[in-house]
């Protein structure tokens, strides 16, 4: 998923909501961004109010977490299973997943907080994620 803003990627995320209320048809991403809303009931109230999850601040981890943020660490997750970039990933992936019942959305959140400290790091670093600091995170978990 390519934006360019915080509100551009809050705009997207609004749109497929309001195709998703409409029935309209969707592109690809919009369905996968469909699935990732669908699977998180908690955040459907903010996107019922556009005007307020536009102009919503989320910038303290002590505060309500930042549904925006969250479903798109979902997204980023999906993407990189899908052209398993980092390679392994999948198979990662897998393995948590026979372990935890396959229990599809839990594997994804274990998933994704490693993907959000990899991103954070790289943000104090100034740089790009670490790829393979990022895998070997996540091949502990299925250790």
């Known amino acids: 998923m390519f934006v ?9 995320f609004l749109r497929v909501w309001r195709k998703m209320g409409s029935g309209d048809a969707m592109e690809p991403l919009e369905t996968l961004i469909a699935q990732v809303i669908t699977e998180h009931p908690e955040f ?8 307020h999850a536009l102009e919503a601040e989320y910038a ?8 925006f943020l969250h479903m798109g660490l979902h997204i980023a997750l999906v993407e990189q299973l899908q052209t398993d970039r980092p390679q392994g990933i999948r198979v990662v992936y ?6 935890c019942a396959n229990d599809a959305h839990s594997v994804q959140h274990r998933m ?3 993907l959000a400290k990899a991103l954070h790091e790289a943000s104090d670093r100034g740089g790009v994620p670490d790829q393979y ?6 091949q502990r978990l299925s250790a």
């Open 4 to 12: 360019e803003t915080r509100d551009d990627s809050r705009e997207f």
């Open 94 to 99: 897998q393995h948590l997943l026979a372990r």
């Open 60 to 67: 303290s981890p002590d505060q309500r977490p930042n549904p």
């Open 44 to 51: 459907h109230a903010i996107l019922e109010n556009p005007a």
């Open 112 to 114: 994704i907080d490693c």
């Open 133 to 138: 600091a990022y895998l070997a995170h996540l």
